[in-house]
């Protein structure tokens, strides 16, 4: 169970200038999914994007040259959606790959204080 949200008391040190701004601002062919997984991950005060939401074999491509035209080469997911072997079936067709797995911040702390954590996928692009 958990007693209320983390509050966006820490820094992220997250940050991609193209991304603060709306997204109908952003440049064309900014994928979406990668602008909202930025903005979760930066209110939280993550240090890398994480997918959190399902993701789309078909987004994958344009979710891989999002993540290279704005020089990010690390991000994770945490997303436990039952497709998850196919699409790092299809990011590798893309030069990305697993690199581990880590613990991740999920925004919420539990009734005694303490901050969840869940399991996520350690990712590299190239």
């Known amino acids: ?4 949200s983390l509050k966006n008391e820490q820094k992220s040190p997250l ?24 903005q979760k ?3 939280i005060g993550k240090d890398l994007i994480d997918f959190h939401d ?4 078909n987004e994958i491509e344009a979710i891989v040259n999002t993540l290279k ?7 994770t997911i945490s997303c436990r959606s039952t497709n998850i072997i196919d699409c790092l079936a299809i990011f590798e067709k893309f030069n990305c790959k697993m690199n581990g797995i880590t613990a991740i ?6 009734i005694d204080g303490s901050v969840e954590t869940i399991p996520a996928l350690k990712m590299r692009i190239g």
Request: charged share 25%.
């Open 15 to 38: 940050y991609i200038a193209e991304f603060e701004q709306p997204f109908e601002t952003c440049k064309v062919g900014t994928n979406y999914a990668v602008y909202e997984a930025y």
């Open 105 to 110: 911040k999920t925004g919420w702390k539990r």
């Open 41 to 43: 991950s930066r209110k």
């Open 69 to 75: 035209v704005n020089d990010i080469k690390n991000f």
């Open 54 to 57: 399902m993701i789309w074999p």
């Open 1 to 4: 169970m958990y007693a209320e």
